[in-house]
């Protein structure tokens, strides 16, 4: 891998995407503990869920608890949704070189999603900042259904400011091409 700041499981899956003429520019992981906040929603929706699935299998007969099952585990699904999110920012890279920006967004069962935003696609950035100088580089939304929108981009990095400049020069470099 031409940077070690990652895992090495991880590291081979960047390595392995990338072009024998690419160059790193800078590497990273989602903070974990921030990406885990993600998942919260679900925890709020899986408490009071969990709770009436176990207070009616508790009250009902042996064929209410058999039926009840299937609920419970959803409700051990959507409680987990925090530990999920930390399993997948460990499995999570982002890469800035100097022909593009890479995500390779691992999840739970070790699949990886691989995203590359070229230059010419990343006009639109956003940047949020924390006060801790970590942040979201937003490069544009996805559409989950036909009522939700997701962001996606480098989520909950660190130094978020010097990784902004990183992107942009790399957009600049497509205006700059393409002129």
């Known amino acids: 891998m031409r940077d070690n700041n990652l895992p090495k499981d991880v590291a081979v899956?960047?390595?392995?995407?990338?072009?024998?003429?690419?160059r790193v520019v800078w590497t990273g992981q989602p903070i974990p503990g921030r990406f885990?906040?993600?998942?919260?929603?679900?925890?709020?929706f899986g408490i009071p869920w969990t709770a009436f699935t176990i207070f009616c299998m508790v009250k009902g007969d042996d064929s209410s608890k058999l039926f009840g099952?299937?609920?419970?585990?959803?409700?051990?699904w959507l409680?987990?949704?925090?530990?999920?999110?930390?399993?997948?920012?460990?499995?999570?890279?982002?890469?800035?070189?100097?022909?593009?920006?890479?995500?390779l967004e691992g999840d739970w069962c070790r699949s990886t999603a691989i995203r590359s935003c070229e230059p010419q696609h990343l006009g639109d950035i956003r940047c949020v900042q924390k006060p801790d100088r970590s942040g979201d580089i937003i490069f544009g939304c996805t559409a989950i259904?036909?009522?939700?929108i997701a962001d996606y981009g480098f989520l909950g990095i660190h130094d978020v400011k010097h990784v902004e400049t990183l992107v942009r020069q790399l957009s600049k470099v497509a205006i700059n091409d393409g002129a």
């Open 145 to 148: 259904s036909s009522d939700e």
């Open 36 to 44: 885990a906040w993600r998942g919260i929603g679900d925890v709020l």
């Open 79 to 103: 409680l987990s949704g925090p530990y999920r999110m930390r399993l997948k920012a460990a499995r999570t890279a982002y890469v800035v070189t100097d022909k593009r920006a890479l995500i």
């Open 69 to 76: 099952l299937p609920f419970l585990l959803i409700g051990v």
């Open 13 to 22: 899956l960047v390595e392995a995407e990338l072009h024998s003429s690419e």
